[in-house]
């Protein structure tokens, strides 16, 4: 199992960043948060949690240790998956997914794509105890750029939305709100599609 990885930026985006080691690059798949971290950074340290399949090893990458523990505290309920965690962590801070689970607020969790009632009451229960004991605390920086409209559809569509639904939402969120940085209207879209 992998621990870290460090690197210098290959290509990044709001889904996934490439880290060149030593002449390899390798794909890892961050969420929301981690991006807005390490946005414009040329080299990166990344917490990894890899994941093996029969047709795929697959790598998560975390700026920070406490949204990793988060994450594998995600992946350990049942019904959800990596794709799901890192969906949920892309919608929302670790404060706001520790929060919603100690107070037992599902709705929040529901806003999330892929997140029903069911699931958001599993993650609940399964999780009270141990989100209880987690440190909370995380600073988000937020990144200011040309292309947000591009790298917020660019993120939608690696996320598994349509191109044509996800341009749709964007277009409206920019249009009524000119300054919002590319995280917020990620987060925006995610609770619009």
């Given at each position: 199992?992998?621990?870290?990885?460090?690197?210098?930026?290959?290509?990044?985006?709001?889904?996934?960043?490439?880290?060149?080691?030593?002449?390899?690059?390798?794909?890892?798949?961050?969420?929301?948060?981690?991006?807005?971290?390490?946005?414009?950074?040329?080299?990166?340290k990344?917490?990894?949690?890899?994941?093996?399949?029969?047709?795929?090893?697959?790598?998560?990458?975390?700026?920070?240790?406490?949204?990793?523990?988060?994450?594998?505290?995600?992946?350990?309920?049942?019904?959800?998956?990596?794709?799901t965690?890192?969906?949920?962590?892309?919608?929302?801070?670790?404060?706001?997914?520790?929060?919603?689970?100690?107070?037992?607020?599902?709705?929040?969790l529901?806003?999330?794509?892929?997140?029903?009632t069911?699931?958001?009451?599993?993650?609940i229960?399964?999780?009270?105890?141990?989100?209880?004991?987690?440190?909370?605390?995380?600073?988000?920086?937020?990144?200011t750029?040309?292309?947000?409209?591009?790298?917020?559809?660019?993120?939608?569509?690696?996320?598994?939305?349509?191109k044509?639904?996800?341009?749709?939402?964007?277009?409206?969120?920019?249009?009524?709100?000119?300054?919002?940085?590319?995280?917020?209207?990620?987060?925006?879209?995610?609770?619009?599609?």
């Amino acid at each position: 199992m992998y621990e870290f990885i460090r690197g210098a930026v290959a290509d990044l985006n709001p889904a996934s960043v490439v880290v060149d080691v030593g002449g390899i690059g390798y794909f890892v798949n961050i969420s929301l948060n981690t991006y807005s971290q390490v946005n414009g950074k040329k080299e990166v340290k990344l917490l990894i949690h890899q994941v093996v399949r029969e047709d795929a090893h697959v790598l998560y990458g975390f700026a920070e240790k406490r949204e990793r523990d988060l994450f594998r505290s995600l992946i350990s309920v049942n019904g959800v998956g990596a794709s799901t965690a890192l969906m949920m962590l892309s919608s929302l801070s670790p404060d706001e997914i520790t929060s919603a689970v100690a107070t037992g607020n599902a709705d929040v969790l529901k806003a999330v794509k892929g997140i029903g009632t069911k699931t958001a009451q599993r993650i609940i229960i399964d999780l009270k105890d141990k989100l209880g004991k987690m440190p909370e605390s995380g600073q988000i920086l937020i990144s200011t750029d040309n292309t947000i409209r591009n790298e917020a559809l660019s993120a939608l569509v690696m996320l598994g939305f349509a191109k044509k639904d996800a341009d749709k939402a964007v277009s409206k969120i920019i249009k009524d709100d000119p300054g919002a940085t590319v995280e917020r209207v990620i987060k925006t879209a995610l609770k619009r599609l």
